[in-house]
């Protein structure tokens, strides 16, 4: 097993980015802290978008006439040529 913490939920995630870019924008730390926390807020990002696309593959698949998951079909949002 590994000893990595969990990742945070979404809304933790951004608490954490807004908290990232409140203190660098103070400009009060000093140039080492600040790019530690901006590779933070990097890795924070990337798992934002992460589960934001998750949660919109989600969605698509959702049939809006019976609310339930159906299985996702890349193709079906296409029109032929």
Do not use: H, W
């Amino acid at each position: 097993m590994s000893d990595k913490e969990p990742d945070p939920t979404f809304e933790d995630a951004i608490e954490r980015l807004e908290s990232l870019i409140t203190a660098m924008e103070s400009g009060e730390i000093p140039l080492a802290e600040m790019v530690a926390k901006f590779e933070e807020g990097s890795n924070l990002l990337k798992l934002c978008q992460g589960q934001l696309k998750e949660a919109e593959m989600t969605i698509n698949k959702l049939d809006p006439k019976t609310g339930r998951l159906e299985a996702f079909d890349p193709s079906a949002g296409e029109e032929a040529p």
